[in-house]
């Protein structure tokens, strides 16, 4: 309990709450103090505007968005405040900037963030029309609270620099730490495969979102101020936990042909299966003790579990002879190999928080960290490319322009108390997807009705305005917590804090409580019929677009791996790269996936199909993971054509594939026959009959690595070659549907 809570406090999502309780109340505060609460309202007003916009980056990327941010909101207000008076020119561009602030996020997360707190501006502007010099002052205020916010977030990043990107290197061990957990479920004798593989799918999408998150800060960093050793040793574990993670995909081969060897021999597969436990528990007592800021000290002997595994290796091979285990053994010598480059990587970020750690290893790669980032431009072009109804963006943009100008409409006609909060719930709780957004619905209705009873039944018993202020706080304070932890909770203390707000300043609470519930009532059914009727974004619609990008990216990612094992060398950046991408792209296909399942069961179409590609796809990164560690690791052999040949059939099938997505049946290209590909594979299992025709004389550890070479290469290439057939037999069962949308 002591942990959780602590892990609570340390996490970044409370350290901005902190920010922004600081520089929300401080004004109000300070200024009702000096009787000006109308000053402090406004800047906090300012402040409350201008946080979202404090999103993961360098620290002249924050100033810069911040400023923008606060500026921009400044402006909203002053323009609206004077346009409002005039109705001819009011209504027409109330709409055209709804729908402008709507279209920022083709900008990327920061022009989501600066979008939303526009529109929150542009809602909250109704709460108080000023005219003359008054709207100028209010402006300014909000400026000034934008500002002062921008003091306070430098505040708490020149205190501890580095602690936000502990805690995302910290939460990323932990996440690679569960998968590698799952990979030893896998071995449990009668696993259910399905569950464990769903559970992999999903903390894929997981780590996607840290890994780039942290790719962001940690290059940022670099380019912002040099590579400083601080940044050089985040650098280099976050590396190591990459690659740790590329190795536990490594350990991919078959399971239940695995299990129709080793099931009778139960010591090797408990053996393996406690490295794997014991490997997971290290990385997720290393992240426990970086969240603490503890002194790490290792409580497994890793070492001693290889060792382990060396024994029971040789126990099997004693069991079956030589011959008979052979096959077995060298499957399991593969297995070991990898977790010695496990515990090789896990100790290097063992060291690395635990002593003055700056390998020389890492030196020459801060040069290529901005390729690991996708490149964001604010280009007029990307928004202009947008305006066309293939674009969710701009749909998503239509659809809350109209929404909240219905809303504006019906908050007017109708006896209202206060038409803004309808459009602070559509601005809050409307997102592009359908299941998103009705998830936000029932947790912003539930929210709203629980957080308004307990604030007035608070209300009933407590009377000291003081006692009500504080409680109010708090409830700032946890409701900025919650908000990307449980929105649900998140809106029970935001409507807390509104009703005990104004507790304080007016005694109709039980008006406020009830036209807060309907407005948000009012809101949410207004986003429910929009998402259901106005241009909806169904994912059966984008699945397709997914698919295609994950295929592509595993087919670039073999055709690096094919580059290599040709030329042999170092590993180059356009591998690193063509393997961040797959690992990307598998994530977005099975978040497409979360999001149909969310949706209206008429709208999941195909979802078994569906369901069976994004597992094909992820099998098939495995499968490229294990053929490319493998080439990585060890000294190979030259690649033979008949390696070539296969590898070619790979790739021609998920050509195909992405062909038949895109309904070019007339670039269908002809593979060669099966017979031909089943003579390639018997070409390479030939390796010693050749060497011995040739007359090669060669040692026997050299020969055990060339038929455990051969062993582990035809293993994945078979594996690949039957994954990509699927892959394109699943495609063609895929019923593509492309709804008919406005030209």
């Not at 790979?650 to 195909?656: E, F, G, K």
């Not at 390479?684 to 290469?713: C, H, P, T, W």
């Amino acid at each position: 309990m002591i942990y959780k809570i602590q892990k609570f406090t340390d996490s970044t999502y409370f350290t901005t709450a902190i920010k922004v309780t600081i520089a929300v109340v401080f004004p109000v505060v300070l200024f009702s103090f000096l009787g000006k609460f109308y000053i402090g309202f406004a800047i906090a007003q300012g402040a409350f505007f201008t946080y979202p916009s404090d999103i993961l980056s360098s620290l002249k990327h924050k100033i810069n968005g911040i400023l923008v941010s606060a500026f921009l909101v400044a402006s909203i207000n002053l323009i609206v405040n004077i346009v409002y008076h005039y109705s001819w020119i009011f209504y027409p561009f109330l709409t055209l900037l709804i729908f402008f602030l709507s279209m920022l996020p083709v900008y990327g997360q920061r022009g989501t963030m600066v979008s939303f707190s526009s529109l929150i501006c542009v809602s909250l502007s109704f709460a108080h029309i000023n005219s003359g010099w008054t709207m100028v002052q209010h402006s300014g205020l909000i400026l000034a609270g934008g500002l002062f916010y921008l003091l306070i977030s430098l505040i708490f990043h020149y205190i501890r620099p580095y602690r936000y990107i502990e805690l995302q290197i910290a939460e990323c061990i932990n996440l690679t730490s569960k998968y590698l957990k799952l990979r030893g479920d896998l071995w449990t004798l009668n696993a259910n495969k399905k569950t464990i593989i769903d559970k992999q799918l999903y903390l894929q999408v997981e780590l996607n979102t840290i890994h780039q998150n942290i790719r962001q800060v940690l290059t940022n960093s670099h380019t912002a101020s040099g590579s400083s050793n601080q940044n050089r040793k985040m650098l280099l574990i976050f590396i190591s936990l990459v690659e740790i993670l590329e190795l536990a995909l490594s350990t991919s081969f078959e399971h239940d042909k695995l299990h129709q060897k080793f099931d009778n021999h139960p010591n090797v597969l408990n053996t393996y299966q406690r490295l794997a436990y014991n490997l997971a528990a290290s990385l997720k007592q290393l992240s426990k003790s970086v969240k603490r800021s503890t002194k790490y000290i290792s409580k497994h002997t890793l070492l001693n579990d290889l060792h382990s595994l060396q024994l029971a290796i040789t126990d099997y091979e004693n069991d079956l002879g030589e011959t008979t285990a052979s096959e077995g053994v060298f499957m399991l010598t593969t297995m070991l190999q990898y977790a010695e480059k496990q515990v090789e990587k896990i100790k290097i970020v063992e060291r690395a928080f635990t002593l003055s750690y700056n390998s020389p290893d890492i030196k020459g790669i801060d040069k290529d960290l901005e390729k690991f980032l996708t490149p964001q431009n604010y280009l007029l072009s990307t928004l202009t490319q947008n305006l066309s109804f293939s674009s969710i963006i701009f749909r998503h943009s239509l659809r809350i322009t109209l929404t909240l100008m219905v809303g504006f409409f019906i908050g007017k006609i109708l006896p209202f108390q206060n038409v803004y909060w309808i459009l602070l719930t559509i601005i809050v709780i409307m997102r592009p997807g359908y299941g998103l957004t009705k998830e936000r619905s029932y947790n912003r209705i539930i929210g709203t009705v629980v957080g308004g009873l307990i604030a007035f039944g608070i209300l009933f018993f407590v009377k000291d305005n003081f006692i009500i202020s504080i409680l109010a706080i708090i409830c700032v304070l946890f409701g900025f917590s919650f908000t990307h932890i449980n929105y649900k909770v998140s809106a029970t203390f935001v409507t807390m804090y509104v009703v005990f707000l104004y507790g304080v300043v007016t005694p109709n609470i039980v008006d406020l409580v009830q036209y807060r519930i309907l407005d948000t009532v009012v809101g949410a059914t207004l986003v429910f019929l929009a998402n259901q009727f106005l241009w909806p974004s169904w994912e059966f619609m984008n699945f397709p677009v997914h698919l295609e990008k994950s295929i592509k990216a595993n087919q670039n990612y073999l055709k690096e791996i094919s580059i290599f094992y040709n030329k042999k060398g170092t590993v180059s950046i356009a591998y690193r790269l063509a393997r961040k991408y797959a690992f990307i792209e598998i994530g977005n296909l099975m978040s497409s996936f979360q999001r149909m399942i969310q949706e209206p069961k008429s709208k999941q179409k195909q979802l078994p199909e569906v369901y069976k590609l994004a597992v094909l796809n992820h099998s098939l990164l495995s499968s490229l993971a294990s053929l490319g560690t493998y080439t990585q690791s060890h000294k190979t052999t030259t690649a033979s054509e008949a390696f070539n040949v296969v590898v070619n059939t790979v790739i021609r099938n998920l050509d195909n594939a992405i062909a038949v997505l895109n309904e070019n049946n007339s670039e269908l290209k002809e593979n060669i026959p099966k017979e031909d590909l089943e003579m390639r594979f018997t070409e390479l299992k030939n390796i010693r009959e050749k060497e011995l025709k040739q007359g090669i004389s060669i040692d026997e550890n050299a020969f055990q690595q060339k038929m455990q070479e051969a062993q582990l290469v035809i293993e994945q290439l078979i594996w690949l070659t039957n994954l990509s057939e699927n892959i394109l037999k699943m495609t063609k069962t895929l019923k593509i549907h492309k709804e008919k949308l406005p030209k």
